[in-house]
């Protein structure tokens, strides 16, 4: 089985799915629920927003991959690369870099880089208006300190995709750059409404190639399925700035 010794080391078994080897890391959350579908623990907020005539208002949910939490064990990372290599084989002869999105696929593109020997570069975030009491903070993506060069054939590498919204941006900073955006790689999509192709405005299909494929229900705070917990405060808006709060089913 794996498990997780006295000294906090993850032991692998294959035979488990990626996500069940995320919980051994402690990343993982589902909101436990009663038999009748009561919540017995915190909702999370999520990064993606969405307009009402009081403002932008997070989508909330009631599951959580932190992916950071298996950066802090390489061989776990080591694991997902070896897998997802199996399955970039019949395309890993058309990419020649991989391009980790800021900042959850940092990591594992670098894992991937030595377990397809490939090239790896990054994206990075560069701050165009700073954080307010009632906006966030702006950011563009730009290649600092790496760059793609002429005709090179890119694979993008997230931790987790939903919206695709730092995907396009993505895209279009590559294929400004004369490059081409040929695959966009995850660990988990958790997408309603994307599974294994992407359209955007350069190609009319990009390959998507999950870890684990699983959708994940998101609700607008007026949701008839979460209004009451709303307004309860039932709800940790930072997921990972309050992790250990989250994972006590929202006690300290």
């Known amino acids: 089985m794996n498990e997780r010794n006295a000294s906090g080391i993850v032991r692998i078994n294959k035979n488990i799915s990626p996500l069940e080897i995320l919980d051994l890391c402690d990343g993982y959350y589902s909101c436990p629920k009663d038999e009748n579908g009561k919540r017995l623990g915190p909702m999370v907020g999520y990064a993606g927003r969405y307009e009402t005539p009081d403002g932008k208002k997070q989508w909330v949910g009631d599951i959580y991959a932190n992916f950071s939490k298996a950066e802090e064990y390489p061989h776990v990372l080591k694991y997902f690369a070896d897998q997802m290599r199996e399955k970039l084989l019949p395309m890993l002869d058309e990419i020649d870099v991989f391009c980790g999105a800021p900042i959850g696929g940092y990591a594992f593109s670098l894992m991937l880089g030595l377990a397809c020997d ?31 060069r002429e005709c090179e054939r890119v694979a993008i590498v997230e931790d987790v995709c939903n919206n695709f919204a730092t995907t396009d941006q993505l895209i279009d900073l590559i294929e400004e750059a004369e490059g081409r955006a040929i695959a966009i790689i995850c660990l988990l999509n958790r997408s309603l409404t994307i599974d294994h192709w992407y359209i955007s405005k350069y190609n009319a299909g990009i390959p998507v190639i999950s870890l684990v494929r699983m959708p994940i229900p998101e609700y607008k705070q007026d949701d008839p399925v979460v209004a009451r917990d709303i307004a309860a405060g039932n709800v940790i808006w930072k997921p990972k700035d309050e992790w250990d709060r989250l994972k006590n089913n929202g006690t300290k």
């Open 118 to 148: 490939r090239r790896v570069i990054k994206a990075e975030k560069k701050v165009i208006k700073t954080a307010t009491a009632y906006e966030r903070e702006k950011t563009n993506l730009v290649f600092g300190r790496h760059e793609v």
